[in-house]
């Protein structure tokens, strides 16, 4: 269980790190750790807010590096959001044609991101070296 909690501090340990890799563990911890603590937490307001600004950043990085941990670029993450800001304009300009074509876009959109949660949570990590270093192993104390 330590080394669960030592998975989690480790993404504020690499809050600006892009460039190495996480362990599926602390991917995991990161995103099941986060939302129970908001939800603590989500009565107060300004508290709740100030922690969201304080996950964004390695919420973003844990994420790049675990993409960098199965061998992918950090830029697939931006995939899902392409999706939606094409989409966009098709719900505004109205008409049925026009709308089904920006729910089609939007719902690739949703697709894209499922893929990379799976890929993300159930993919097994490059064992040794990659092109994007080397893994890292927590060590059990």
Known sequence: MSSFFNSYFNCFRNYFNF????SRQ???AFIIINPIL???IERFTLIASIFY???????ITVSIRRL?????????LITPYLFFIIALPFTYIGGNLFGTIGLVIGMLGILSYLALAILMIFYKG?????????NKVIKKQ
């Not at 460039?19 to 996480?22: E, L, T």
């Not at 600004?53 to 919420?59: G, N, T, V, W």
């Not at 490059?126 to 080397?134: E, K, L």
């Open 26 to 28: 602390e991917y995991i």
């Open 38 to 40: 908001l939800l603590i």
């Open 19 to 22: 460039k190495d890799r996480s």
């Open 68 to 76: 960098h941990d199965v061998n992918y670029s950090g830029w697939f």
């Open 126 to 134: 490059d064992i040794g070296q990659n092109r994007f270093g080397n």
């Open 53 to 59: 600004l304080i996950i964004f950043i390695p919420e």
